[in-house]
């Protein structure tokens, strides 16, 4: 069994595109995953780093809408 962890980091900046004022930034906003390469459990990198992308997608909601 062969574990690997695919970490993806972005730098955001949300604007309010009527004034242009800035809503929020985030330095580095992590989307991370393990995957197995090896084995019954076996997933490739590309299905790995989908995961990867929906994960920093779902913290970009998350960040988004949590002072709401």
């Given at each position: ?44 990198e ?23």
């Amino acid at each position: 069994v062969e574990e690997w962890r695919i970490s993806l980091a972005v730098n955001l900046r949300f604007f309010d595109r009527t004034s242009e004022a800035a809503l929020w930034e985030e330095s580095r906003l992590t989307g991370d995953v393990t995957y197995f390469a090896l084995g019954s459990s076996a997933e490739s990198e590309a299905s790995a780093l989908e995961r990867a992308v929906t994960d920093v997608a779902r913290r970009v909601v998350e960040r988004t809408v949590e002072s709401w």
